[in-house]
């Protein structure tokens, strides 16, 4: 099959990790595959480098941003059209907000030009764009292009069953059109264990004691990501257990608001921050900690949940969107957003024992290896392609 993927942004994130293990696995399949992309901008760091070397193409689009603007938007669609026309895919598959109404809309349009019903469209969708912590009038305006973007749509890829449900309850598309596949993870590189030393050197790295529990938290330093929590919950439980660190790997435009934050609190020796660290990093940065605690208010199904089960690490997430497709009482706890006292309590239960991390963490290894395997996400989106092809 000729297959085009657009995305937005290659910036450090779930989405375009998935993306990219999709890209490139359809290629070593024998797919002809080819990328499409804008530049990617911001604190978030990039992966260009990941598609160094691989069997597909990549095309950058300078225009493509993720900021609203109807003229860079209007010159990007003009573009992705000239190169869907050029290279006259069997499929489009679009992710990310931006990407997946531009791409949809252009491939559609394209419907029959070179093949008949062909190109057909597919978009994954790893979060949407409409939630409760924006205004209703934004919400109101995504939704009615989601909807409109759903018109020139043949299926979607919802990366937990909780999306396919959001989208449906607010009138996106119809239940035959969903397929859920969990977005995949580089497994080896989590599974392998890593040796003490490295474990240890990594803690030194960032002042922390051999001894001490860690609770580690993968997220940019951005609104809705739940560090507000975090840092509060630290503040009482830094009382009770002084052998208790934080680590917070990421950055993002509320890094130093938060370090200041954490300054005046008297915490500064309490949680530490990394900054951005690369993709091949994460497995230590989550072996060399304790416990996973994810307080974001809006995820598809955060990609940070099941690697640190891989890692035979319990998690801790607020119930949002798909977490509760991966955390429950056998591999870690599932507590109310924005609940600081239930996050305080268990996040104490798991400082507290041992033993409790160590069976939650081999039990939520065990619930994700197979779920979340590259081979099998492919496997779907494969099926979901030829699916398509016969029609």
Avoid at 40 to 59: C, H, M, R, S, W
Avoid at 142 to 149: D, L, M, Q, R, T
Avoid at 321 to 344: C, F, S, Y
Wanted: hydrophobic fraction near 40%; glycine fraction near 8%; proline fraction near 4%.
């Amino acid at each position: 099959m000729r297959i085009v993927h657009i995305i937005t942004r290659l910036i450090l994130g779930g989405a375009q990790e998935n993306t990219l293990i999709t890209c490139n696995l359809l290629a070593e399949r024998g797919h002809d595959v080819t990328l499409i992309t804008g530049p990617a901008i911001g604190p978030e760091g990039e992966l260009f480098d990941q598609t160094k070397n691989q069997k597909y193409d990549v095309i950058v689009l300078d225009k493509l941003r993720r900021a609203v603007d109807p003229v860079k938007d209007s010159i990007s669609y003009c573009q992705i059209k000239k190169h869907l026309r050029r290279i006259q895919p069997d499929i489009v598959h679009t992710h990310s907000a931006k990407a997946g109404i531009l791409g949809r809309f252009a491939g559609y349009s394209l419907k029959g030009e070179w093949t008949e019903n062909l190109p057909a469209t597919v978009h994954t969708i790893h979060g949407l764009a409409f939630h409760p912590y924006q205004s209703r009038w934004l919400n109101k305006f995504y939704v009615a292009i989601e909807k409109s973007a759903a018109k020139r749509t043949d299926l979607f890829i919802s990366v937990a069953d909780a999306m396919t449900k959001q989208a449906l309850a607010a009138g996106i598309g119809q239940p035959e059109q969903f397929v859920t596949a969990y977005s995949a993870i580089e497994e080896e590189d989590f599974l392998e264990l890593i040796p003490q030393g490295q474990k240890n050197d990594f803690r030194r790295k960032y002042e922390i004691p051999e001894n001490a529990i860690v609770l580690i938290t993968i997220a940019r330093l951005f609104m809705l990501k739940g560090h507000d929590y975090i840092i509060e919950s630290a503040r009482q439980l830094s009382k009770r257990f002084e052998n208790a660190f934080w680590l917070f790997v990421g950055d993002g435009n509320l890094g130093d608001h938060y370090k200041e934050q954490i300054g005046q609190l008297g915490l500064a020796d309490r949680i530490k921050f990394t900054g951005l660290l690369p993709p091949s990093e994460i497995p230590l940065a989550i072996q060399s900690s304790d416990i996973l605690v994810h307080c974001s208010l809006r995820e598809g199904l955060a990609r940070t949940l099941p690697q640190a089960m891989l890692c035979g690490r319990p998690a801790i997430s607020f119930d949002v969107d798909g977490a509760k497709e991966v955390v429950n009482e056998n591999t870690g706890r599932l507590i109310e957003p924005k609940n600081i006292e239930q996050l305080t309590e268990a996040s104490a239960e798991l400082i507290e024992s041992e033993d409790l991390r160590r069976r939650l963490g081999e039990q939520g290894r065990e619930s994700v290896k197979e779920k979340f395997a590259p081979d099998g996400m492919v496997d779907t989106i494969e099926a979901v392609y030829r699916k398509l092809l016969k029609r």
